[in-house]
């Protein structure tokens, strides 16, 4: 038996062996392996800018790191718990090369409203309310257009009138009454009501500014103490120009028959019935 398994059939083909080859490829596979590991345990180490300023150029291959290590690492550099961390600190979108598209992540989701390219706002601006345009100059306004206040508005009235004395028509006959209230509420109309009231504030800032120099505290206006100082100036101009006593007569005029509205009825005496 010892002997005939010395003369056992051995096949005709030519077996080769593989054994050299797989070595090699599982060499070459470890070695690989190895410096992914020493790779990965460097980027371990290095801080989330260095490792986007190494992976700027493109060259080196960006494996999509897990989730959890991309907290711990921020958790490394803040010092703060992984719960108080957002997705946006954890792992910010940035390009790996200015040539490539920027890389997100499928975990989190894209905004609806997400701006992908930011169009210039449109801004309308009112020129009347624009403070470019500057303020508005109501003397000087009423100084340049005298003429159409002396002039034109006083002829613009009397037509008016005119018309309405021979229009018969109820609906032109409102336009037309409109139309004359505004020509004579303009023609009514005094700047000099309003500048004398700027002239009182700017006299009382600049006694407030003499005083201030000497260490005292401002003192602001108010609205009624205007009004209480223009009067007291109109008074003083009556005064001077002798009219200050038809003035006051008709004023007590318009307030007797104000305070006449407010008077009861005289009662019917039901005792004679």
């Known amino acids: 038996m010892k002997g005939a398994n010395k003369f056992e059939p051995s096949s005709s083909k030519i077996v080769f062996d593989d054994s050299e080859d797989d070595d090699e490829e599982q060499s070459l596979s470890s070695l690989s392996s190895s410096d992914e590991e020493e790779e990965e ?8 800018e260095e490792i986007h300023r190494l992976r700027a150029d493109g060259s080196r291959p960006r494996p999509a790191a897990p989730l959890n ?11 703060r718990a992984d719960n108080n961390i957002t997705f946006s600190e954890a792992k910010k979108p940035a390009r790996a090369n200015k040539n490539r598209p920027m890389e997100l992540s499928s975990r989190r989701p894209v905004s609806r409203y997400r701006e992908v390219i930011q169009a210039p706002k449109k801004v309308v601006r009112d020129p009347r309310f624009d403070s470019l345009a500057g303020n508005v100059d109501t003397e000087g306004f009423r100084k340049r257009y005298s003429f159409f206040f002396e002039e034109k508005l006083p002829v613009e009235r009397e037509e008016l009138k005119k018309k309405l ?14 139309q004359l209230t505004y020509v004579e509420k303009l023609l009514k109309y005094d700047p000099s009501t309003n500048s004398k009231g700027k002239s009182i504030l700017t006299e009382h800032k600049k006694r407030e500014r003499e005083a201030a120099k000497m260490g005292k505290k401002p003192y602001y206006l108010k609205q009624s103490e205007i009004r209480k100082q223009e009067l007291i100036e109109k008074y003083n101009s009556l005064k001077e120009s002798g009219k200050l006593s038809s003035f006051l007569d008709k004023r007590r005029k318009k307030n007797a028959t104000k305070d006449h509205r407010y008077m009861p009825y005289r009662r019917a005496d039901t005792s004679e019935q």
């Open 69 to 79: 290590s991309s907290f711990s690492q921020v958790k490394k550099n803040t010092g």
């Open 165 to 178: 004395k021979k229009t018969k028509n109820p609906e032109e006959v409102d336009e037309l009454k409109d």
């Open 41 to 48: 345990e460097k980027e371990k180490e290095l801080t989330l």
